[in-house]
């Protein structure tokens, strides 16, 4: 698709949430640490149709920032830790705005994550998982969260 074009990148000056460098949407980038046979999960303080919800944590990639790097930046602000990698997880979701979700696998490199942009945190196992309440669009990457943790 046009959006998707890496060629002529024709869009790229004028659309809103296109990369100038690679033609592509930008990014919201989601990152699924495991460890333990479990994954962190982090509960959202916001909006309100989403506080209380369970999301994998991340944000907004900057303009012309690579995942692995928005992932790296996110992480250390939302929970305080140094974090490398990033692996693919599941489907691209689109975004109102013309964003793309991405969920990826990171490693915890260093730091105990704390909920410091959260209400909470919580590892959950594939049991748990299933029980608890997700934001919509992560429920999307339940079958491939799940194959992670085993089952
Ligand atoms: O922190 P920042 O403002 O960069 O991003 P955010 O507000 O946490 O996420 C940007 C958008 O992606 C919002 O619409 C979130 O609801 C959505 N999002 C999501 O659906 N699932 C996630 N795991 C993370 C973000």
């Known amino acids: 698709s046009a959006s998707e074009s ?3 990148m024709p869009h790229s000056g004028t659309m ?3 990369s100038a460098t690679t033609g592509r949407a930008d990014e919201v980038v989601a990152g699924a640490i495991f460890r ?7 509960q959202r303080i916001g909006p309100p149709e989403l506080a209380g919800l369970w999301e ?6 900057e303009p012309g920032e690579s995942a692995e790097a928005a992932l790296r930046r996110e992480l250390r602000e939302e929970l305080g830790v140094e974090v490398a990698g990033a692996q693919r997880v599941g489907v691209g979701v689109p975004l109102d705005g013309g964003r793309v979700l991405r ?10 994550p704390r909920p410091l942009e959260h209400a909470a945190l919580c590892w959950v196992d594939a049991d748990e998982l299933e029980q608890i309440d997700l934001v919509p669009n992560d429920r999307l990457w339940l079958p491939e969260l799940r194959a992670h943790l085993g089952r």
């Open 36 to 42: 333990d046979g479990r994954l962190l999960l982090a």
């Open 56 to 61: 994998l944590p991340g944000g907004k990639a």
């Open 6 to 8: 890496n060629s002529a």
């Open 16 to 18: 809103p949430h296109m």
């Open 103 to 112: 969920a990826y696998r990171v490693e915890l490199l260093s730091g105990e």
